[in-house]
């Protein structure tokens, strides 16, 4: 049974919300302040967490603030505010959806029925495996035959880019945009000097080379061998 906390300082608000969810067949638990909304969260692995805004002692953006540093858990926010601005602020600190008072409750069903189904798929897709290469996409960790390799966000990023497309080979300039975010300056020395640093690294556990330079192309992954 998926579980949600309610962060909601009205108490109809509270109980209304918290009858519905469990009449749809979630466990609920609910708390009045932002602190203890925290605590909980801190506690016990929540699905989803309906945040509103104004509450006492700690504020909901101070809440959602302080829940991604620790947390990936969906976050709604039920708010009487239907201002775009403020929409936007709360969608951009981490927020996974906003709901504005007054709301249908079956479209609270509806919308927390869709965030923990994301969430899961999520969960479920978080690990790429590729020969003896595990990454792990949540916590950022790769390992290579059950060694966990120390890199740059960089390098993870050009080896996660590399295990999502096992088959492609990238052109310097499409590697280079796909992990730097802008495009490419012609100077290959950057992305040659990240991926001579990705390979020393695994090199240290294995001398297997699972990054191939296609010359005159670009870089691709080793083929699995299947003997």
């Not at 192309?217 to 699995?224: F, H, S, T, V």
């Amino acid at each position: 049974m998926d579980s949600i906390l309610i962060i909601e300082d009205d108490n109809d608000v509270r109980l209304m919300l918290a009858e519905a969810l469990v009449d749809a067949g979630y466990s609920v638990n609910s708390v009045y302040t932002g602190t203890d909304g925290i605590r909980e969260v801190k506690n016990h692995p929540y699905d989803l967490v309906l945040l509103d805004i104004m509450l006492p002692y700690m504020s909901g953006d101070e809440v959602l603030r302080e829940m991604r540093t620790f947390c990936e858990t969906p976050v709604i926010i039920i708010s009487a505010k239907d201002i775009v601005s403020t929409k936007i602020d709360f969608l951009n600190l981490g927020a996974d959806d906003y709901i504005t008072k007054p709301f249908d409750l079956r479209e609270v069903i509806a919308r927390v029925e869709s965030n923990i189904r994301r969430s899961k798929m999520r969960l479920e897709n978080k690990f790429i495996h590729y020969g003896h290469i595990c990454l792990d996409d949540v916590s950022k960790r790769v390992t290579l035959m059950n060694s966990e390799l120390d890199l740059t966000s960089k390098e993870y990023a050009i080896l996660r880019t590399l295990l999502a497309n096992p088959d492609k080979v990238f052109t310097k300039a499409s590697l280079y945009e796909s992990v730097w975010c802008e495009t490419y300056p012609g100077n290959e020395n950057i992305l040659k000097t990240h991926i001579s640093n990705l390979r020393g690294k695994m090199n240290k556990i294995s001398q297997d080379d699972c990054i191939e330079t296609i010359w005159g192309l670009g870089y691709r992954l080793k083929k699995l061998s299947h003997s």
